[in-house]
C-alpha cells in the first residue's frame, strides 16, 4: 500500500523548486503579491512557554530575480495597494503567541489569537515573516495586499492575521478548514473542562489533485518517513519527462520531511516537507503538509486513533466578547457552490442553525452589507459584525505593534531568509 502523494521537482529551473505532490511541493511562488496593513488585537488566553527567537538574516542577500513565478490560482489576488500606515509606536511589545491558546467551550468564546503588526527587516519577506509567525503563504499574503511578497522593505509595517475564528465542528482531534488551509488540534479537556487548542498553516492539495473532505482517523506514526509514489503519480511524472525512483529515501530530498501521520484514507498524510515556502499553497498531490519545526511538536501531540475531519469552510463565523465575528478566507478554486450569485443564502447557511437562533436570542441584527463587503475583499482577519461601528480598518488600526521575531514558547526553527536561499540557488 502506497501512502505519499508526493511529487519532488519537475521544473528545478523555477524560483523555489518544483512541483512535488502530497508531500511534494509545487513552487508557484509570487514575485509580485501585495500588502500593507494592519489588524485586530482582540484575544483568548494565551499559554506562554520558553523563548525561541527565529535567527536574523545576512544583509547582503540579493533581491530575488524579476522573472519570478507567480502565485497557484488560489493565492489571494492583490487587491489595490493600500497606503503605508502611519510610523509605528514605540517601544514595540513582545509578540504574543500565535499556534497554542486556552480555550473554555462554557465561555461561548469562538474566536482565539490577536491581529498583531510588527516591522519588516531589510532582508526579509514576506514568506520569512509568516513562517515566523506561524502563518502561511497565503495567509500573510492575502492580509497585506500591496505589499511587495518578495522585498517589503525595511521598516515596511505588516498585518500578522494571528487571530482565528474556530472553524464549525467539533472540538475534537484534527480538524481541518482547506478553504482557510489551516489545521487545528483540540486536546483532549482538562477535568474542570478546558482545552488547549493548537493551529497550525498547512499546504493542500492541487486543483487537479483535490484534498479530500470527511472524516478519518491517524492510523499511523512514522518518523523519517520514505515516500513510495503511487502509480498514478509515477505516470505523471514519466509523462512530463521528469520520472521519478520507486521510493526516496529519508533526508533532504524527501518531500514528507521528517514526521508523518498516516490516515485511514490509504494515500494521504499530515506530513512534514523539504520546502516550507509551500506552506499555505496548493501544491501537493492532497496531502497536507506543515513547516518542519511545527510537525515535530503536531507529532508528538497527536496519538494513533485521534480523530480527523477535513472541512471546506471559505467564511466562518463565532462569537467572541459578546459580538459575532466573521473571517473571510473566500472560495478556493474548483468549489461548486455558487458564490457568486448566491452570495447572501451560501453565507446564511454558513452561519448555521445555532447562531440565528442566538442572534434572534440576544436581539443582535447583522450588518449585511459589511457582511458582503467583507466576503468581496477577503482578507482573513476577523471582524464584528453585529457591532454598530465596527470595520476591517478599525481592526487594523487597533492591532498590537510587535517586535519582529518569534513569539515565546515557539517552535524553534533553523530558518534561513527566503531571498538568502534564493541568491544560493543562482
Not at 514575485?31 to 547582503?60: F, I
Not at 503536531?298 to 480523530?307: A, C, E, F, K
Amino acid at each position: 500500500m502506497t501512502f505519499g502523494r508526493y511529487r519532488p521537482g519537475a521544473a528545478r529551473n523555477v524560483l523555489i523548486g518544483a512541483l512535488i505532490t502530497c508531500g511534494s511541493l509545487g513552487w508557484a511562488l509570487a514575485a509580485h503579491a501585495a500588502t500593507a496593513g494592519s489588524t485586530p488585537a482582540t484575544a483568548s488566553a494565551q499559554v506562554t512557554g520558553s523563548p525561541a527567537d527565529a535567527p536574523s538574516p545576512s544583509d547582503d542577500a540579493p533581491s530575488p530575480p524579476a522573472d519570478a513565478p507567480s502565485p497557484s490560482a488560489d493565492a489571494p489576488s492583490a487587491g489595490p495597494a493600500a497606503p503605508a500606515p502611519e510610523a509605528a509606536p514605540t517601544p514595540e511589545a513582545a509578540p504574543a503567541e500565535a499556534y497554542r491558546f486556552a480555550v473554555n467551550p462554557n465561555l461561548n468564546d469562538e474566536v482565539v489569537g490577536e491581529v498583531q503588526m510588527t516591522e519588516a527587516n531589510q532582508q526579509d519577506t514576506l514568506a520569512d515573516i509568516g513562517r515566523r509567525f506561524s502563518v502561511g503563504y497565503n495567509e500573510i499574503h492575502r492580509a497585506n495586499p500591496g505589499v511587495d511578497m518578495w522585498v517589503p522593505g525595511a521598516g515596511r509595517r505588516v498585518v500578522l492575521p494571528t487571530q482565528f475564528i474556530l472553524p464549525d465542528a467539533p472540538p475534537v482531534g484534527i480538524v481541518v478548514n482547506i478553504a482557510e488551509m489551516r489545521l487545528y488540534y483540540f486536546a483532549p479537556r482538562s477535568h474542570d473542562g478546558k482545552q488547549i487548542v493548537y493551529t497550525y498553516p498547512i499546504g493542500i492539495g492541487r486543483v487537479d489533485w483535490k484534498t479530500p473532505s470527511g472524516v478519518t482517523t491517524v492510523v499511523r506514526k512514522v518518523i523519517n518517513p520514505v515516500w513510495r509514489p503511487p502509480a498514478d503519480i509515477l505516470q505523471e511524472h514519466r509523462a512530463d519527462g521528469d520520472p521519478l525512483p520507486a521510493e526516496i529515501r529519508p533526508g533532504p530530498d524527501d518531500p514528507m520531511g521528517t514526521r508523518a501521520l498516516y490516515l485511514g484514507w490509504p494515500e494521504y498524510a499530515i506530513h512534514g516537507t523539504n520546502k516550507p515556502v509551500g506552506v499555505g499553497m496548493r501544491v501537493s498531490h492532497g496531502c497536507m503538509h506543515l513547516y518542519p519545526e511545527e510537525i515535530l511538536q503536531l507529532y508528538d501531540l497527536v496519538p494513533v486513533g485521534t480523530p480527523v475531519r477535513v472541512v471546506n469552510q471559505p467564511f466562518v463565523f463565532g462569537w467572541h466578547r459578546g459580538d459575532l465575528y466573521m473571517q473571510a478566507f473566500g472560495p478556493l478554486d474548483g468549489d461548486q457552490r455558487n458564490w457568486q450569485t448566491a452570495t447572501r443564502a451560501l453565507l446564511e447557511q454558513a452561519m448555521g442553525p445555532n447562531i440565528q437562533k442566538q442572534l434572534q436570542a440576544r436581539n443582535e441584527q447583522v450588518r449585511w452589507d459589511l457582511v458582503l463587503q467583507l466576503a468581496r475583499d477577503p482578507r482573513g482577519i476577523p471582524v464584528a459584525i453585529t457591532e454598530s461601528n465596527a470595520s476591517l480598518d478599525e481592526v487594523l488600526a487597533n492591532a498590537r505593534q510587535v517586535q519582529n521575531r518569534s513569539p515565546d514558547g515557539a517552535p524553534p526553527t533553523a530558518m534561513q531568509s527566503t531571498r538568502r536561499r534564493l541568491a544560493d540557488r543562482q
